[in-house]
């Protein structure tokens, strides 16, 4: 069993920067890849970015490479995602996903409860 426990979100202007984190309990935090998903109203839940249990292995969806990084503490147990250049796009619930890979939803195990972002342009 894996527990997450997603913070950071908020309301931010155009331009603007979020850091969102991601708390891990249960099982060995270094075992398993974490993923950031979002849903925006109306649209299906994607990927955002993933990383490896080691945090060799990094993916991006390509609508935010270059303006997020995902980064892993397995000291921690936490997983962030540094977000820059925040457009009204990205506004949406942002969700935390544990043990899985790949862009689908249905391929990750775990979940947490989801965090808002919200963009003002």
């Known amino acids: 069993q894996v527990q997450l426990v997603e913070s950071g979100g908020g309301l931010v202007q155009a331009g603007g920067s979020l850091r969102l984190s991601c708390a891990a309990s249960?099982?060995?935090?270094?075992?398993?890849?974490v993923g950031w998903f979002r849903q925006a109203p109306g649209k299906q839940r994607e990927l955002v970015a993933g990383?490896?249990?080691?945090?060799?292995?990094?993916t991006y969806a390509d609508s935010v490479k270059g303006r997020f990084t995902i980064s892993r503490d397995n000291a921690k147990n936490t997983v962030d995602l540094q977000m820059n250049s925040l457009q009204s796009e990205d506004t949406a619930v942002y969700y935390c996903a544990a043990v899985g890979w790949g862009r689908s939803p249905s391929s990750w195990t775990y979940w947490g409860q989801g965090t808002q972002v919200a963009v003002s342009s």
């Open positions: 990383i490896s249990s080691s945090g060799g292995t990094i």
């Open positions: 249960g099982r060995t935090f270094s075992t398993y890849a």
